[in-house]
């Protein structure tokens, strides 16, 4: 069965296993990968190097968001284009993203070599930190194109349902920068310079073999004759791809001002909130895992107008996230102690991130649902409503949250951020979800009749 078919005719419950398992897989993969550096640098028992790494987390998300802009707009654009049966759209965003993504990496590097230090400030280094700081998002600005082009077409190749070939492409980059942090930070100490480097060959590696996957799929290309920066390709891929970008983007700006804050309590503060939000990290990014794996079927149910097809995919989603999340809960929960020590042997840094850590479960179970709200408004190209719930939990609510809390109770309004903002965002996010697929339902019937 070729992956439009798939789509269309196979059973929801079937779909969702070969579709999420894969894309969970690939975030748990996403998750070993970020903290690969920071749990190697925690063995180094230095807390300014481990504090360095968690500040540079904003900057890397901005590539994630530019990333995001292009990889998951492109997606869903493609996936809708694909249950459209228009394949020269496909064609155009694919060829669009690739030199796009390419300028932008160029760019990117450009601006952090030129302006190193004011942006290590930025983040929120001190005396203690700034030093290592810049050598990590120094090295790291040399691999921007690489770390773009990976992100945009990892997303790309599942837009037909294949996501084997992202899942791989993401393993290799992973398994090579998890082979190599031990290597270069504590094998050669070189230390947070270490970090960047093995995170950028990664990258290159992940990069090179997406390529190739590119080209030996007939339905994308990297053609520049088939490069259009018209509004339908340009702006119809940016559009789509904003709601995800500025959610990630507020995340590196609200994390910029968290630290900031924190940096009041030391680098002990920054480390233990870094620490924490790594292994938090697991249920965020399974939870996004099963919604992004599904997504391209619920864009094909847009596109085909299969709007009872895409209300059983809502449901059983729904109940696996909320079951998947909720075990993964209470494991953190258990083992809150020999995780986070796995981290860091500091115990000023254990102790704060215990209480980190728990303040983020009392949301875990749920996070999935905001997730799911997110990626359905996207789906169906709700460009207004999906970008207004992404810049809820880490925008509009999130910043404005931070600071009454910080103001009210100083570290433990801190502490407690992460679960009031999530319970406010989750239910702002599902009354919007619900009254839009009313709405296109309602639409659909009064057209038939």
Sequence with gaps: MD?????????VGKLIVRMCIPAVVLMLVIVIYNVADIFFIGQTGDASKVA????????????QAIGTLFGSGASTSMSISIGEKNYQKVKSISSFC???????????????????APISTALGSNQE?????????????????????????GNIVRSDGAVKESLISNLMGSVINIILDPIFILGLNMGVAGAAVATVLGNVVASIYLLVVILKKPLFSLN????????????GTIALGIPMALSTLLMSFGDVFLNNMLNHYGEVAIAAFGVAGRITMILAMVAMGICMGIQPLMSYCYGARDYQRMKEVIWKVFLTNIVVTSLLTVICFVFR???????????????????????????????????????????TAHVKAATFVACLKKGIVYIPAIFILYYVAKIDGLVYATPVVDYISIIVSVIISHYLFQQMKKKLKEEVQ
Excluded at 98 to 116: D, E, P, R, S
Excluded at 136 to 151: D, E, K, R, V
Excluded at 343 to 359: E, P, S
């Design 52 to 63: 360095a790494i968690a500040l540079t987390s904003p900057l890397y998300a901005i590539l």
């Design 98 to 116: 690739c030199y796009i993504t390419i300028a932008l990496g160029i760019l990117f590097a450009a601006v952090v070599l030129l302006f190193a």
């Design 3 to 11: 992956h439009e078919r798939m789509l269309g005719e196979e059973k």
């Design 224 to 235: 520049i004759h088939d490069f259009s920066i018209k509004k339908e390709i340009s702006w």
């Design 129 to 153: 930190t700034q030093g290592y700081t810049i050598t990590y998002i120094t090295i790291l600005s040399m691999g921007a194109p690489f770390i773009l082009f990976g992100n945009v077409f």
């Design 337 to 379: 102690n020999q995780l986070l020590e796995a981290f860091v042997n500091d115990a000023d840094v254990v102790t704060l991130g215990r209480r980190f850590l728990i303040a983020a479960l009392l949301s875990g179970p749920f996070c999935g649902v905001y997730q799911l709200c997110s990626s359905f408004l996207q789906a």
